[in-house]
């Protein structure tokens, strides 16, 4: 059977009575059929629906901390966020017996802790314990909370919505890049840190109480650490996704203002590199979100990973200057860091609604590995041979994420294919036999399939 057949998507459709329906992939989805069977909620479609970067290219030129080297200064941008995946057991169970808004306000207490905590240490070890680890943990518990309520409200449009709701972290970086570097440069870096401190504490509590989530709805799988997932083909897929693609996307982001100096730029132009970065991050993200409800989440995922390969090696490798390096981060901005603005929509189409809180925690815990030694490892390339070992392995790393996301994208229209082969078929005598044609699902067929996914 062609997944261009008939199928029924396990996705609501939007309107006013809960259904499932039948519909073909490509199909357009705005109108359920009238024969749709009511069996789930549906999400209404609307509703309450950081610059390391910059402290880095400071500590990396100025010997701040007495023998501290280079590979700590990386350590610690690493910790910053792979401790926000390491704090996702901690955030299910708080989210379970304390509820989304208590443990948004943790999470808003952790961050202004570290950030001000970071504004008064006077060694390297006091850094790691507030810039990585506490900062790390207040990331967990704001990001992952916010990132599992957004998907319960929204349905035909999820992608769009987390496109444009993840493009406010592209638009905060633009302007953390500037004002950062700004104060860095005029009041120093104690300063900048307790500024940053007392905007994150204001913002993020007001945040708190107005993001509300459905899960009396929704009633979601919250395990503190949900093991049985990793026995799942399509939920290893997604870890491989996320684990080579931040291994490229760490050294991208932490390392640009350090490169711009590296070719002779000043600092303040180092720091507009890596505000244009974010830039790209605001104005691509809901235009990727848009295209991804329009031509299918896993399909834009794995094109977006890839062309972010591309770009690295074609255009990085040979910036030598202002004007190319700034064009280079806005088109990387645009393509490169769409991985935590699609991943929840895609982990919802993959494994549904119920066990996306389980599988994404999963996969938080698991992308700690890439997070914290991503950039050590590339400074130790840079360090070895020069910045072109370093854009090669970032270039790398994104086509193999592409990679690993396109035979995701083999298993979910194979798992489509049975499934209305199984309802087509379910009296059939050859029933048996249909289901077992279907067990290989890594064909030629489903890799050079185009449709909609």
């Given at each position: 059977?062609?997944?261009?057949?008939?199928?029924?998507?396990?996705?609501?459709?939007?309107?006013?009575?809960?259904?499932?329906?039948?519909?073909?992939?490509?199909?357009?989805?705005?109108n359920?059929?009238?024969?749709?069977?009511?069996?789930?909620?549906?999400?209404?479609?609307?509703?309450?629906?950081?610059?390391?970067?910059?402290?880095?290219?400071?500590?990396?030129?100025?010997?701040?901390?007495?023998?501290?080297?280079?590979?700590?200064?990386?350590?610690?941008?690493?910790?910053?966020?792979?401790?926000?995946?390491?704090?996702?057991?901690?955030?299910?169970?708080?989210?379970?017996y304390?509820?989304?808004?208590?443990?948004?306000?943790?999470?808003?207490?952790?961050?202004?802790?570290?950030?001000?905590?970071?504004?008064?240490?006077?060694?390297?070890w006091?850094?790691?314990?507030?810039?990585?680890?506490?900062?790390?943990f207040?990331?967990g518990?704001?990001?992952?909370?916010a990132?599992?309520?957004?998907?319960?409200?929204?349905?035909?449009?999820?992608?769009?919505?987390m496109?444009?709701?993840?493009?406010?972290?592209?638009?905060?970086?633009?302007?953390?890049?500037?004002?950062a570097g700004?104060?860095?440069?005029?009041?120093?870096v104690?300063?900048?840190?307790?500024?940053?401190?007392?905007?994150?504490?204001?913002?993020?509590?007001?945040?708190?109480?107005?993001?509300?989530?459905?899960?009396?709805a929704?009633?979601?799988?919250q395990n503190?650490?949900?093991?049985?997932?990793?026995?799942?083909?399509?939920?290893?897929?997604?870890?491989?996704?996320?684990?080579?693609?931040?291994?490229?996307?760490?050294?991208?982001l932490?390392?640009?203002?350090n490169?711009?100096?590296?070719?002779?730029?000043?600092?303040?132009?180092?720091?507009?590199?890596?505000?244009?970065?974010?830039?790209?991050?605001?104005?691509?993200?809901?235009?990727?979100?848009?295209y991804?409800?329009?031509?299918?989440?896993?399909?834009?995922?794995?094109?977006?990973?890839?062309?972010s390969?591309?770009?690295?090696?074609?255009?990085?490798?040979?910036?030598?200057?202002?004007?190319?390096?700034?064009?280079?981060?806005?088109?990387?901005?645009?393509?490169?860091?769409?991985?935590?603005?699609?991943?929840?929509?895609?982990?919802?189409?993959?494994?549904?609604?119920?066990?996306?809180?389980?599988?994404?925690?999963?996969?938080?815990?698991?992308?700690?590995?890439?997070?914290?030694?991503?950039?050590?490892?590339?400074?130790?390339?840079?360090?070895?041979?020069?910045?072109?070992?370093?854009?090669?392995?970032?270039?790398?790393?994104?086509?193999?994420?592409?990679a690993?996301?396109?035979?995701?994208?083999?298993?979910?229209?194979?798992?489509?294919?049975?499934?209305?082969?199984?309802?087509?078929?379910?009296?059939?005598?050859?029933?048996?036999?249909?289901?077992?044609?279907?067990?290989?699902?890594?064909?030629?067929?489903?890799?050079?399939?185009?449709?909609r996914?």
């Open positions: 059977m062609s997944p261009s057949d008939a199928v029924e998507l396990d996705e609501p459709f939007s309107g006013r009575n809960s259904g499932r329906r039948e519909l073909a992939i490509g199909q357009s989805n705005d359920p059929p009238p024969d749709a069977v009511a069996v789930e909620d549906v999400p209404p479609n609307g509703g309450y629906g950081w610059a390391w970067g910059i402290f880095l290219a400071h500590y990396l030129s100025d010997s701040t901390f007495e023998n501290a080297s280079n590979l700590e200064y990386a350590l610690i941008g690493g910790l910053s966020i792979s401790s926000s995946g390491l704090s996702a057991p901690l955030v299910s169970v708080s989210q379970r304390f509820g989304t808004q208590i443990t948004l306000l943790i999470g808003t207490g952790l961050l202004f802790a570290s950030l001000f905590g970071a504004s008064y240490a006077t060694q390297i006091h850094l790691f314990l507030t810039q990585g680890v506490c900062f790390g207040a990331l518990f704001l990001y992952i909370p990132t599992a309520v957004l998907p319960q409200w929204f349905s035909t449009r999820r992608s769009l919505a496109g444009i709701a993840s493009a406010g972290s592209g638009l905060g970086g633009l302007a953390y890049n500037l004002v700004r104060i860095v440069q005029e009041l120093g104690d300063w900048a840190y307790r500024i940053l401190a007392f905007c994150g504490l204001a913002v993020n509590v007001i945040c708190s109480f107005l993001l509300k989530d459905r899960n009396k929704v009633q979601p799988i503190a650490f949900g093991y049985r997932e990793l026995g799942n083909v399509e939920v290893i897929l997604l870890i491989a996704w996320g684990f080579f693609t931040e291994l490229g996307y760490i050294v991208l932490y390392s640009l203002p490169y711009a100096t590296s070719i002779g730029l000043t600092a303040g132009q180092g720091s507009v590199v890596g505000a244009v970065l974010n830039l790209g991050l605001g104005l691509g993200r809901p235009v990727v979100g848009y991804s409800d329009v031509f299918g989440r896993i399909n834009m995922a794995a094109l977006m990973t890839a062309l390969g591309v770009v690295c090696l074609a255009i990085w490798v040979p910036a030598k200057n202002y004007g190319v390096l700034l064009f280079f981060a806005l088109t990387a901005g645009c393509f490169s860091g769409i991985f935590w603005m699609t991943i929840t929509p895609v982990t919802a189409e993959v494994v549904g609604l119920k066990r996306l809180p389980s599988s994404f925690t999963v996969i938080c815990l698991v992308l700690t590995f890439p997070s914290t030694f991503a950039e050590p490892i590339a400074l130790e390339m840079v360090a070895a041979s020069g910045y072109l070992s370093s854009q090669i392995f970032v270039g790398g790393m994104f086509l193999l994420a592409a690993s996301t396109w035979v995701l994208r083999s298993w979910k229209i194979n798992q489509i294919e049975m499934k209305a082969a199984r309802e087509r078929e379910a009296d059939s005598p050859d029933a048996g036999q249909i289901a077992a044609e279907h067990n290989i699902w890594l064909t030629p067929k489903s890799l050079l399939w185009l449709g996914v």
